[in-house]
């Protein structure tokens, strides 16, 4: 900030200096005004859809609808759920949310055999 630093005797304010570090977020990444959410589902909630909560930036949350047949990596835009724009206040940025899968670190042999017969029903379907 121009001549709001110290001044040397007998001359002007130098400049004040402020650096601003900003923390990271647990949940959400930050593209100017704009927030990047990464949401872990399912795999039946990508296929079949779902009405999930997910968090915003205030710490409360909003009910979010994952569509249909949702593809790994699909991004979603939540108009007006980002951050304050710097120069006018009632502008929002948007959140994007982009769909991930959990796939889990194990399973039981029931599990196992319910998956495997899954995957030859959908190659099935994907052949015709």
Request: glycine share 8%.
């Amino acid at each position: 900030m121009n001549g709001l630093g110290h001044a040397v005797k007998g001359g002007t304010n130098g400049d004040l200096l402020i650096y601003v570090k900003i923390k990271e977020h647990k949940s959400f990444s930050r593209d100017d005004s704009n927030l990047n959410l990464e949401l872990k589902l399912n795999y039946h909630q990508l296929v079949l859809g779902d009405k999930v909560e997910i968090p915003t930036i205030e710490g409360s949350k909003i009910r979010f609808e994952i569509p249909k047949y949702s593809q790994v990596g699909k991004v979603i835009r939540i108009p007006n759920k980002g951050l304050k724009q710097l120069h006018n206040e009632d502008a929002r940025g948007h959140m994007y949310v982009t769909l991930d899968i959990i796939i889990p670190e194990e399973i039981d042999s029931e599990t196992e055999e319910i998956i495997k017969k899954l995957g030859e029903k959908v190659e099935s379907v994907n052949k015709n």
